[in-house]
């Protein structure tokens, strides 16, 4: 699916929709590092009750969860933030860079946040994923769109080709 407003996704969403969407899931994400459930100390007690593994086990787990959460977390973010800007017409350097930016940009807020909150602790390093699960999620849509354009051309591509001799 190319996501713009001439395409599927324009003709099922209205870009003040995608807005909507990316916002919903910024408030998402504020509200989970909001929680008192989301510190490393409460879910490394949770992976230790279900998992039953060694201490020195439990805290690699605990780490690969927490890390991976920024990435999923973020790496969502960059795709609404993606979908939203094609969605207002600009162009895709613009949308790949801006929903990059975007994301990276709500990170570092989201670590200020977290340096607000009773028993959080901002890290630079969670920018760092934050970022990296928005670059990885950017790239397979890259690389989804590519694919998709190459494997199921729009009406130029067709007309290009039924014009050619065989």
Not at 104 to 129: C, I, K, N
Request: glycine content about 10%; overall charge positive; charged content about 15%.
């Amino acid at each position: 699916m190319i996501i713009n407003r001439r395409g599927y996704l324009g003709k099922i969403f209205h870009p003040f929709f995608a807005w909507f969407l990316l916002f919903l899931w910024c408030f998402l994400i504020f509200w989970i590092t909001s929680l008192p459930e989301a510190t490393s100390n409460h879910t490394q007690g949770v992976l230790t009750k279900l998992l039953g593994l060694s201490p020195q086990e439990i805290r690699i787990v605990n780490w690969l969860v927490r890390k991976a959460a920024h990435v999923a977390l973020f790496g969502v973010l960059a795709l609404f933030l993606l979908g939203a800007l094609r969605l207002s017409r600009f162009s895709w350097t613009t949308c790949f860079l801006g929903a990059w930016a975007g994301a990276t940009f709500y990170g570092v807020t989201d670590e200020w946040h977290q340096m607000h909150m009773p028993a959080r602790s901002p890290l630079m390093s969670d920018v760092l994923w934050d970022s990296l699960g928005a670059f990885l999620a950017l790239s397979m849509a890259a690389v989804g769109l590519g694919l998709h354009r190459r494997f199921w051309p729009g009406r130029a591509g067709r007309a290009g080709r039924a014009g050619r001799a065989e």
